[in-house]
């Protein structure tokens, strides 16, 4: 039995859901095959992603093809009410609401899983992680799972070298057609629509505060660049702060950027990225807040525990005046701005990424006899296969090698 907010939201959800499906054409045409194929006749799948219309395309292209779906979401702040009883409203188990404490998100996590389910589709990997320490006797049910971001892969990857993956993992997010993508053009426009939307500033001559300099990081530095912002980016790998240099940006250490940022954005996947020495150094009015999947990269538990007045501006920004006098905003409490103060990534980005994430699944479900245990990574034609099709319903055509050609570049001798 689902367990949503409010079953009454249902019309507001299906509206957002058309709309889309009506610019999601990968899914839609993968999904039009698979309803005839019915590849997942038979296969529970448990899915947690964020729960917001461009997820729920996914599940009910899944459902059509044949999968018994329970769902969930992989946020708190990012499940979209209307969104989930939409889902439930046709008989779909779903089990999330907007603003779930810790013990209702792992609970509604639970629910979804307790179908017993063959396949997973996780994003962050809260699923996975689940199931391989409270719910283990789940695991011999599991023909694998596929995985949507970083944070999530890189949990896999440390679970793989500990000996502890006891499934086939699909790592989603490393696909060249997931982090092009999504990571880079996704991030950089969802994460300063949220910025924007919930601060109402301008971003043009400010100073911003890149950290990280992945893929998430490129896209919102470009971003911010196009904003008519001074960027500066902070790293801890040496190339890529190289390479965020040769990009035109100032590199600097934390420290340092904490005395002249205006706006800061971190996008690492790591934790303490902002903490107690450099909240100290912040200017007075300084905006921070996270595009990485967990709310632990700015370190707003010491705030909450340590500023002298806490108070909300405005939804979505909270004020903490420290004890030297000087207030920094927070915004959506440190969690993924794009999708806590905004709607996400752009719809016909997650339509590449969900697209691969429905073609990988489709292959799990094929290969369930022959996969082992561990992180693999998405087939060469599924991505092929998504960036071809993409390139026709934008109307563009490339060039094809020539046999010659072919003969040449696999060739040693000239």
Known sequence: MSEIRDISLAPSGERKIEWARRNMPLLGLIGGEFKKTKPFAGLKITLSVH?????????????????????????????????????????????????????????H????????????????????????????????????????TTTGVIRLRSMQRDGELRFPMITVNNARCKYLFDNRYGTGQSAWDGVIRTTNLVVSGKHVVVAGYGWCGRGIAMRAKGYGARVIV??????KALEAMMDGFEVMPMEDAAQVGDMFITSTGCRDVITEKHFRLLKDGAVLCNAGHFNVEVDVAWLDRHAVKREEQK?????????????????????????????GHP????????????????????????????????????????????????????????????????????
């Open 234 to 239: 902070c790293e801890v790998d040496p190339v």
């Open 315 to 343: 939804p979505n920004i909270m004020g903490y005046t420290l004890d030297n006098g000087r207030t920094v905003y927070v915004l959506a409490e440190g969690r993924l701005v794009n999708l806590a103060s905004g709607d």
């Open 109 to 148: 996590l639970a629910a979804a899983l307790s179908c017993g389910p063959h396949i997973i589709i996780d994003d962050g990997g809260d699923l996975v992680n689940l199931v391989h320490t409270k719910l283990r006797e789940l695991i011999p049910g599991v023909i694998g799972g596929c995985e949507e």
């Open 51 to 107: 729960m917001e219309a461009k997820t729920a395309c996914l599940c009910r292209m899944l459902e059509d093809a044949g999968a018994e779906m329970h769902v969930t979401g992989c946020n708190p702040l990012s499940t979209q009410d209307d969104v989930a009883a939409a889902l439930a409203s046709r008989g779909m188990d779903v089990h999330a609401w907007h603003g779930a404490t810790a013990e209702e998100y792992e609970a």
């Open 347 to 414: 719809v016909e980005i997650m339509d590449m990424s969900f697209a691969i994430q429905a073609l990988s699944a489709k292959y799990l479900a094929d290969n369930r006899d022959a996969l082992k245990p561990g992180v693999i990574p998405v087939p060469e034609e599924v991505d092929l296969f998504v960036a071809r099709k993409k390139l026709e319903a934008c109307g563009l055509a490339i060039d094809e090698l020539t046999e010659e050609q072919k003969k040449y570049l696999d060739s040693w001798a000239l």
